[in-house]
């Protein structure tokens, strides 16, 4: 089979940690044909570390019309997601999108629309779907061993751990703060392991007391107190058609022990802890007939490489993504009645689905 050839939007850390050293093993699936960065000395580097041979572009719109791809990953900050989505899509490409998909619901929803209207494939770049922590905890889900769960809490806190690079702290670029940013992950992850019940409405909070303090230390690095526009704690309270309900916890400041990534599932007949800080029994399954059990994990390979090879395969044999778009429409549509609950004092209905 032909290798896909494939190019990659923006060249920064998400790119140098993940797509890049999964393209490289992935080389027998696809190639990488062009490389595109704002700044040329970040995407020649890229390619030089990495060992690769791709041509290399400022401008998306010059990549698009002078290299034949098949797809594109975008690596890019959050407010080019759309802008550059459209024309990839446009182009005839298939779409990889690091999270989140967009900034607010509505942009999403323009993509998936986009690449419904075009037969294309678009999946969205949450790749701890294949952590083998959360691969064991969808196995025993499936088993029926937790029965129906009508509740779930996923938590996603960092004692000090704000972004000092790039525009994490500015809202108008990012769409939102942690809540957008990393308790995305854990929300996809509740939602997945609860089998993607249909979100009504939201009653959130969000607060800034930390993120804007200048008194207090950030060891990621210091950053603008005053440009600070983002939540530095937020919190909401999901309810499901289905009468289940999940409570989402994030934050970039907290005052903690220790960071927490963690969800607990409760169900009809037993209740799950899926605990990423955890190294010894990251995984616990509490069941009043079999007392405490603790599931053995799969020797899978790196998320990053599953995630690219999944997206690979749903081009070549033309099947949904597991992460799609719609699924990432429905993460951005959550997170925007959490914010518009924070601005209203109200129970916020999920809109935008």
Known sequence: ???????LLGCGGIAKTNHLPALRALSAEAQLGALCDLDRSKAEEAAQSFEFRPRIFTSLESMLAEEPLDAVLVASPNETHLPAGRAILASGRHLFCEKPLGRTAEEASQLVRLAEERGLRLQVGLQLRWHPLVLAAQEAVEAGTIGPIYYGRAQMLRKRGVPPWGRFIDREAQGGGPLLDTGVHLLDLALHLMGHPRPASVSGMTWDRLGRNPDLDNPWGEYDRTRFTIEDFGTGLIRFESGAGLLLESAYMANLPQNVAQIQLF?????????????????????????DTFPSLPLVEEPAIAQLRAFFHSITEKVEPLVSGRQAQTLNAILDALYRSQESGREEPIANL
Do not use: C, W, Y
């Open 1 to 7: 089979m032909t290798p896909l050839r494939v190019g």
């Open 267 to 291: 169900g009809e007949s037993a209740g799950l802890l899926l605990d990423f800080n955890q190294t010894e029994t990251p995984l616990s399954i509490f069941s009043p007939e079999k007392g």
